[in-house]
Every structure is written in structure tokens, then in C-alpha cells.
């Protein structure tokens, strides 16, 4: 599995309601659930005018088709290279 | 493909390559020069004609790869039996997609046309055998000015399947008469281009020629599976392709293929289609994947595999898909009417098609609503009459707005009995009060009377004053149209004396204009002031039937009594009115007063393109008197051939319609056509003479007695001496023939100036009348003098002129009157092109004609003869 940064534009996220996110899980876990191949949504984070998604794939091609399925902007997608932090200050 | 405001993804991705563009160069050129003036600011129309499998999508296809730093905007209309109105601009985003759409259609056409007119665009609208009737609504308001935007408007049909009534002819009908328009016909491709696509297989490019007649789609298929036998159809091509798939794919697919719109994205977890399954069927090349959703990547593709569902399969198929669509939003209860009827879902497919037949009617699309309504009532289960009273009464509604008359009347006829069942009196009498003004329309006087009297009857019965007052006004308005003008009055008075005791501020008003009306026709000026009052208020309130009525009255009664410029200034306001209210009745009879006002002023050309344009609109009986007679009398007039039969619809017409406005303008006209040809017709020598004297007693009816009575005395009949009749005629009466001719060079009627002068007994005025009738084009009736002349020994008959020598606007289209008068008022090309939303080069290309036609060599020359022009 490859883990996956997903950019979605819409306008005014950051000023989701809880239930509006609600109901968006719950598409998406549908989503999910309805591909048939290995996929999992870690998390995602609402900001600005944007909700960045973190998802483990096996591919691309999955990502994209999740967000069909779910009815959601995919603008961009792109693989994580590396992920590091304070606990990775000391090699 | 624009996707940056839409749900999904981008960007489109497929799941085949688009077809290789073969012999396919001029059509690619041409496409790819209209985009780039597009680009320039300049926009045009391409029209792509092709059977199906013609390469019609692939062309558009390789346009849209070129068009780089241009909004693409490409939508297909639906294939489903009733399409979704408005569904390519739905899918465009361009009006709002939660189907709950309230605009005016005036509203969303402007609205489409701001979403494209500032940057430059390609906007490509595919399959419009299959358009709904707001769409081509949108369309014809985007290509009256597409040359003042930076917009590629390019429209794909298969020519095959456009009947001669088909809801886009008059869009084609309106490109067609465009400037620069490009229609493509895709021919077969060649044995030469079919053997480049077989290249590098074992298949015979001659054979394959032959099996495909040449068709691209065919070729393709028969290509891609060059190991297999040659197929028999384009049928067995495509399903070659999925001669291996699994029965689990198998019905995916057919699933896919009950969704002829597509198959939305987000309906897929709802019906368990997984990803593996997706990538499987990528295989068979048969799918397309858009932002939308699934389709197959041709619609013979998509017909093929839904010809696999085994007999019975369809209904759970479409069940399953109604069931998936009802979880996703927006609700559209087109498409759910298409799947609840497939499923045999009785309930649903009659609550779904009211939805989805009120937003049609919204948007303007009466026959999609016609067409709902009568989906509901096929499939309505309920036994409650008036249930089923009130979806006949608004099916009645829908096919009085698209022009089907005797529907109308027979499905508000068969609510009578349900009313009766359920002892719903008011019910009763409204329908009978509907069934009157429809039967007007049809132009059946007697039965319309005897409907609204019924009405009344049983609403004064019942105690229901708004039902009964309405009826009043209907009857108080007939007998205005027949000039009872007493008992009009009377009936005006009852009706607002209803309104009134009530508070119905629309009747009140209605019987108001009924009054007007009364007053105008008898010859009161005084009234006209306050009609255009009335036409305010009504509009300020919304009440849009009641002013377009007023509209219909004022510009008729300013025609018949020879106010002809006030007349025109009312129509150049009242037709687009009534067009953008979609008001069909008043559209159809004002354009039918446009055709005679245009006949009137000498304008030939203009007059029969108006009377042509009101029988293409499947223009009610009631307003079809004045285009049948003007389709016949100006031809008469010009000197061709005239198809004399058409007054006989016409006298058969007025027979029934019983008004003697109308009786006596075919009178006239039967006249004029006996005098011209000869031939004896006793509804003129026996009937006119007989009954002039009757008709020219009724107020109002001064002028077209008058007309009337000119052409009895012409044709040597015996004339009743008429009391009332109008100044002009008057005047010939006295033997002031200049002073008449006069009167009518003011009202503007060179054809009335001309033939006073010719009723002169002094030869040198019947000179001056042959003369003006040659200027004015009217070479047949000037003919028909000069013979009389001759025949009488005369010595002074002017020569035939070998073509028009005097300026006049006899030849000048709609268009090109309309060009004329602004130049007449000094604008200049650049300004007049900005004015009606056309290139400046179209504004050379009308001012150039209209100079030709007036028989004038500058512009400026039409600026100084503005008035001898009629121009202003």
C-alpha cells in the first residue's frame, strides 16, 4: 500500500458543520467500502479553502476512483514520499 | 472538458482512445478556422449532420484537443423517451442543477448567454435528434448573437432522424438563415480509408466496405476483432467484444446500459459495482468514463448490449438503478420517470413524471411536460376523479401551449364527467370556461359561446363568483371580437361588478380592458391611451396573458383602422414579449397582425415571412386569417403564382370564427383575387354584395367595409350605398381621389394610394396609380390595369419597367427592415452590429443588400428618404 496526500478545493471548508462532515464519512467510508480492493482512509484535515486526505491505496487509479464514487474534487494527488517528525531528529 | 467547478475528477480520463480521424480534413479545418476566429472574438455556428457511427463525436473529439486556452463546454442531450429539459445546461452547470429551477426562460437564457459571452468558448451540444424543447430555446437566443461573442457553437445531429416536426427544426431553421453558418454532412469513408484501418490485419478493406456501407463506428469494430468472422450487423461488431466476459459482467454492463444518460459515479457503491469489475470491462473497450459518471463510448454500443437483457430482465434492471438514484443528490425526476416506467413502478412513475412535467413547464418545455403528464395519467392508479380531472386539465394546458387545439379540448371535455362524479361544481365550471377559450382558439365561435355560457350557469349555480365573473369576461370579450358591442358592454359592466362585491383584482382589470377594448373598436382614440395603461398595470403585476391580450387587441384595432406606424411600434414591442413570456396564442396572432401590417405598407418580402413563420409555429386557427390571406395576396399582387385555394381555408375559416372584422378582410381579399383573375365567385358577387350593407353597420367595421366595398365596385358590382365608412373611402365617394390618395401616402398604405388612383375616371390619374403600383413591386395588379386600359382603347398606358426604379422596401426582410431603420436614424455599422448582436462584417453584409434592394446608392441616401422609405 502506498499512502496518498488528496487536495480537494471547496469553497468554504473550513466552515463545515460536524453533521456536514458526518455525512461526508459516511459517503466516503461507503466509497470505500464499495471498491473491492485494499484502501484505507487515515485522516483528513479541513483548512482554508481545502481538506487535504491522507489514504493508504494501492495505487492512484484507486484514489480517484474513491472520489468519484464519493462525489468529491480530487485537484490533486500526490504520493508521500516520506514522513518524519521530532521522533526522527536523531538518525 | 471543463470540470473545475464540478463534482469528480480531473481530468477526464477514458477508458479508449478516440477514433482515428480519417477523410476527415476539410470538415477538420473548417472546424478548427471557426475556433480561431472564435478566439478572435468573432463567433460562428458549425452544424455536424451524420448518420449514427458517422465519426460525429470524434470530430468534436479532435477539435476539443486543439483547443487549448478556450473553455470547453461539451454536452449530449438524453436519449431517455421524454428528455430532461434543460439537461445539456444542467450537465454544463450553466442553470442550477436541483431541478427546482424557477426562472423565466427568458431569465435562463440570459443566463447562459452571460456564463459565455466574455471569454472565448467552444460550447458543443451533441445529439439534438434528441433535444428537449428548452434547450433549442436557449440555443436559437445563443445563435441570434453568437457572431458578437467569442464563441465556437458547434451542434451534432443525425440528419436521419429529425422529422419535419421535430422540436429542433426551427433551431435549424434560424442557423440556416445565418451569415457564415458551416454545416458538415460526414460522408462514408472510402474503400481507400477503410483499408488504412484494416492495414496490418488479413481482413479484405473491399469486403468490410461493403458489410459497413462505409460507416467509421462499423469499420472500427470490425477492426478491432480482425480474427473473428466478419460480423452481419453493427450489433454482432460490438458484442464480438464481449463474447468472453463473465454473466457477472455481462449484467454490470446491461446495467449500464438501462442508464442511457449515464450511469452516475456515485451510484456505483449502491449497486456493488467494485473496482476490479470496472478495470475487467475496461477491457471491452465499449465504456467511456467521464466526470459524470459511466457511458458507453457509443450509443449503438450502448443499444447492442441492452438488446442482451433476456425478455422480463428489464424492469428489475431499471428497478435497481431507480432504487440507486433515489440516494444521490440533486433528485431528477426525468430520469426517474424513465426508470419507473421501464420498472413497471405504477406510483412512482406517476408521482416522478408530475415532477418532472411541472419542470418542464417552468422551463418552458410544453411538450416534455405534455409528454410527463400524459406518462402520469397512462400510469395513474388512483380512482379518485378529481385527481385524474386535475393532471387532464393541466395535460390540456400543456398541449393548448405547444398548439395541439383538439387535445386540448377533447382532455378537458373528459374531465366534465369526473366533476360530475365527485359533485364538484366549481370544478365543472372552470373546465367549461377552459374548454371555451380553447375552442376560440380553434377558431369554433359557436361552441366557445356555448361553453362560457355553461360556465356561468353552473358557477352562478354553485355560488362561486370568481369562477362565474371569469366566464362573463370570456363572453364579454367574444362579443367584442364580434362587434356586439352592447352586449360586450353589458357583460364588461356584470363581470366588474363581480370582481368588485369579491376583491378579484385580475378579473376587475380584465373587464376593464374588456371596456377599452369596446371603446377603441368603436372608434373612441381615447381609449388607446388608457389600453397602454392597462398593459402597464397587468405587467407590473405579473399578469403576463392579460397584457400580451392587450397587446393582440390594441395592435389589431391600431391595423384595421389605419394607424399603421402606432400599430408597429406596438408589435416591436408585444412579439418579444410575448415570445419571452411564452404566450403562444398572442405570439401567433400578433405575428399574423405583423404579416398584414407588413402588407399593408407595401413590405412583401416581410409579410410573407411573418405569415410563413406563424403556419411553421403550428399557429392556432383563430390568428391564421390574416397569414393565409397575405400568402396568397401578395403573390397575386407581385405577379406569381398564387395558390387561390388558400382562400378557401381561409373563408372556411371565417365562417366558423363568425366576426365581421375577419369576414369582411376575406371578402376583400376574395374580391381582389376575382378582380385579378376573372373567375366568378359567388361568395363575392352574391354573398359581399348582399351582406355589405349588414356588415359595414357595425361599429368599427368602417374601414373594412370600406376596403371591401372598393373592390365590389372595381370588379363593376353593385354597391350598396354604405353610410359608415372610413375618410379614404369617403373621400373617393366625393370624388376626391388626390385628397384620398393623399390620406393614404400619411397612413402609410401604398397599395390603398395606388388603387384610389386607378378608381380615378381621368386616365392621367390611373397613369399615376399604374406607375406607383410598378414601383411598389406590384407588377400583377398593375398588369391586370394596364390590360383594362388597353381594352378600353387607351393611349397612355405606361410600359411595363423592366425592374423597380423607385426606392422602396418592397423586398426587405424582418431582419433587414430592422437594419434599415437603424441606419435610417445615422448609426453606424460597428453601432448596429452592437445593437442586434451581430459581427460589424454581418452589418456590411445586410446594409450592402438593403442599399441593393431600396434601389439607393448610399447609406446616407436612406438617411435623407427616411419618411418616402417608410423607415420611420
Redesign the interface.
Not at chain 2, 7 to 10: A, T
Given at each position: 500500500m502506498q499512502r496518498f496526500i488528496i487536495e480537494r478545493e471547496i469553497p468554504d471548508a473550513k466552515d463545515l458543520t460536524q453533521d456536514q462532515m458526518a455525512e461526508i464519512a459516511r459517503t466516503s467510508n461507503a466509497a470505500v467500502e464499495s471498491l473491492g480492493v485494499p484502501y484505507e482512509w487515515v485522516v483528513s484535515y479541513v483548512a482554508g479553502d481545502r481538506i487535504y486526505c491522507v489514504h493508504d491505496a494501492v495505487d492512484a487509479d484507486a484514489v480517484l476512483e474513491h472520489a468519484r464514487r464519493g462525489g468529491f474534487p480530487a485537484n490533486k494527488v500526490t504520493p508521500v514520499a516520506a514522513e518524519f517528525g521530532p521522533h526522527t531528529a536523531t538518525l | 472538458m471543463t470540470t473545475s467547478n464540478s463534482?469528480?475528477?480531473?481530468p477526464e480520463?477514458t477508458y479508449t482512445q478516440a477514433v482515428r480521424l480519417l477523410e476527415r480534413d476539410a470538415e477538420t479545418g473548417v472546424l478548427r478556422a471557426a475556433l480561431g476566429s472564435a478566439r478572435d472574438g468573432e463567433g460562428s455556428i458549425v452544424v455536424i449532420a451524420g448518420e449514427s457511427g458517422a465519426g460525429k463525436s470524434s470530430l468534436v473529439d479532435a477539435l476539443v484537443s486543439e483547443a487549448d486556452g478556450v473553455r470547453v463546454l461539451r454536452a449530449h442531450c438524453d436519449p431517455l423517451d421524454t428528455p430532461r429539459p434543460l439537461g445539456p445546461f444542467r450537465d454544463l452547470r450553466l442553470v442550477d442543477t436541483s431541478g427546482r429551477e424557477d426562472a423565466s426562460r427568458a431569465e435562463l437564457c440570459e443566463r447562459v448567454y452571460d456564463a459565455v459571452r466574455d471569454e472565448p468558448a467552444l460550447l458543443v451540444v451533441e445529439d439534438l435528434h434528441w433535444v428537449d424543447a428548452a434547450t433549442v430555446d436557449v440555443l436559437r437566443f445563443l445563435a441570434r448573437r453568437v457572431e458578437s461573442m467569442p464563441l465556437l457553437l458547434v451542434l451534432t445531429y443525425r440528419d436521419g432522424e429529425i422529422d419535419p416536426r421535430h422540436s429542433v427544426r426551427p433551431l435549424l431553421g434560424d442557423v440556416a438563415s445565418l451569415d457564415g453558418i458551416v454545416q458538415l454532412a460526414l460522408a462514408p469513408l472510402s474503400v481507400h480509408a477503410v483499408r488504412d484501418v484494416v492495414a496490418g490485419t488479413h481482413l479484405d478493406a473491399e469486403r468490410v466496405h461493403a458489410l459497413t456501407g462505409g460507416n467509421p463506428f462499423f469499420v472500427t469494430e470490425v477492426a478491432k476483432e480482425p480474427d473473428r468472422p466478419l460480423p452481419n450487423s453493427v450489433r454482432d461488431a460490438v458484442l464480438a467484444h464481449i463474447a468472453d466476459v463473465t454473466d457477472h459482467d455481462l449484467e454490470v454492463l446491461q446495467l449500464i446500459a438501462a442508464a442511457p444518460d449515464r450511469l452516475d459515479?456515485?451510484v456505483?457503491?449502491?449497486l456493488?459495482?467494485?473496482?476490479?469489475?470496472?478495470r475487467r470491462l475496461q477491457d471491452t473497450a465499449l465504456l467511456t468514463?467521464t466526470a459524470e459518471g459511466l457511458v458507453f463510448r457509443h450509443e449503438l454500443a450502448r443499444q447492442a448490449v441492452e438488446s442482451t437483457v433476456p425478455p422480463g430482465g428489464g424492469p428489475r434492471l431499471h428497478a435497481r438503478l431507480l432504487e440507486a438514484l433515489q440516494t444521490?443528490e440533486p433528485a431528477d425526476p426525468a430520469v426517474f420517470t424513465h426508470h419507473a416506467v421501464a420498472a413497471r413502478d405504477n406510483a412512482r412513475a406517476t408521482a416522478y413524471a408530475c415532477q418532472a412535467a411541472e419542470e418542464a413547464s417552468t422551463a418552458g418545455s410544453h411538450s416534455e411536460a405534455a409528454a410527463f403528464f400524459e406518462i402520469a395519467l397512462e400510469h395513474l392508479e388512483s380512482r379518485d376523479p378529481v385527481e385524474r380531472a386535475g393532471l387532464l386539465l393541466r395535460l390540456a394546458y400543456q398541449q393548448y401551449m405547444t398548439s395541439r387545439l383538439a387535445e386540448a379540448i377533447a382532455n378537458t371535455r373528459a374531465t366534465f364527467r369526473l366533476w360530475e362524479e365527485a359533485g364538484d361544481d366549481d370544478g365543472l365550471a372552470a373546465a367549461h370556461d377552459a374548454v371555451a377559450l380553447y375552442e376560440y382558439y380553434n377558431a369554433h365561435r359557436a361552441k366557445a359561446e356555448h361553453h362560457a355560457d355553461t360556465a356561468a350557469r353552473i358557477a352562478q349555480g354553485a355560488g362561486t363568483a370568481s369562477t362565474y365573473g371569469a366566464s362573463r369576461a370570456t363572453r364579454g370579450f367574444m362579443a367584442y371580437m364580434r362587434n356586439d358591442l352592447d352586449q360586450a358592454r353589458a357583460l364588461a359592466t356584470e363581470a366588474h361588478e363581480v370582481a368588485r362585491r369579491n376583491e378579484l383584482a385580475q378579473l376587475g382589470l380584465r373587464s376593464e380592458v374588456v371596456a377599452s377594448v369596446v371603446d377603441l373598436v368603436s372608434g373612441d382614440e381615447s381609449a388607446r391611451p388608457v389600453l397602454l395603461t392597462q398593459v402597464e398595470a397587468a405587467r407590473d403585476r405579473g399578469w403576463d396573458e392579460l397584457a400580451s391580450t392587450v397587446y393582440s387587441q390594441v395592435a389589431s384595432l391600431d391595423v384595421e383602422h389605419g394607424r399603421l406606424r402606432d400599430a408597429e411600434q406596438v408589435l416591436q414591442v408585444s412579439i418579444p414579449f410575448a415570445d419571452a413570456r411564452d404566450i403562444p396564442i398572442c405570439r401567433h396572432w400578433q405575428t399574423g397582425v405583423r404579416a398584414r401590417l407588413q402588407l399593408l405598407r407595401g413590405r412583401w418580402e416581410a409579410a410573407l415571412e411573418d405569415a410563413a413563420a406563424v403556419v411553421a409555429d403550428d399557429g392556432m386557427p383563430l390568428a391564421l386569417v390574416w397569414p393565409r390571406l397575405v400568402s396568397v395576396l401578395v403573390p397575386l399582387r407581385r405577379g406569381e403564382h398564387a395558390d387561390l385555394g388558400v382562400l378557401d381555408d381561409a373563408w372556411s375559416l371565417v365562417e366558423q370564427i363568425d366576426e365581421p372584422l375577419r369576414r369582411l378582410a376575406v371578402l376583400a381579399a376574395l374580391a381582389e383575387a376575382a378582380w385579378m383573375t376573372g373567375r366568378h365567385d359567388p361568395r363575392v358577387s352574391e354573398g359581399a354584395v348582399a351582406h355589405l350593407d349588414g356588415l359595414a353597420s357595425r361599429p368599427g367595421a368602417e374601414w373594412g367595409a370600406g376596403n371591401c366595398g372598393a373592390w365590389l365596385r372595381r370588379m363593376g358590382l353593385p354597391v350598396p350605398d354604405v353610410a359608415r365608412s372610413a375618410t379614404p373611402y369617403r373621400l373617393v365617394d366625393e370624388g376626391r381621389i388626390a385628397d384620398a390618395a393623399a390620406y393614404w401616402a400619411r397612413v402609410g398604405d401604398p397599395f390603398a394610394e395606388a388603387m384610389t388612383w386607378t378608381d380615378s375616371a381621368v386616365p392621367e390619374d390611373r397613369v399615376t396609380g399604374i406607375r406607383l403600383l410598378d414601383s411598389i413591386g406590384a407588377i400583377g395588379t398593375a398588369d391586370r390595369l394596364r390590360v383594362a386600359m388597353r381594352q378600353e382603347g387607351s393611349v397612355v398606358v405606361p410600359q411595363r419597367p423592366r425592374e423597380s426604379t423607385r426606392a422602396n422596401p418592397a423586398g426587405l426582410t424582418n431582419r433587414q427592415l430592422e437594419v434599415a431603420r437603424l441606419v435610417a436614424r445615422g448609426l453606424s455599422n460597428s453601432e448596429i452590429a452592437a445593437q442586434l448582436f451581430i459581427s460589424p462584417k454581418t452589418a456590411d453584409h445586410h446594409v450592402s443588400a438593403i442599399l441593393t434592394k431600396l434601389g439607393v446608392p448610399s447609406r446616407r441616401a436612406v438617411v435623407v428618404n427616411a419618411e418616402q422609405l417608410g423607415l420611420t
Open positions: - | 463534482p469528480g475528477v480531473s480520463d459515479n456515485r456505483l457503491p449502491h456493488g459495482v467494485d473496482l476490479p469489475t470496472l468514463r444521490i
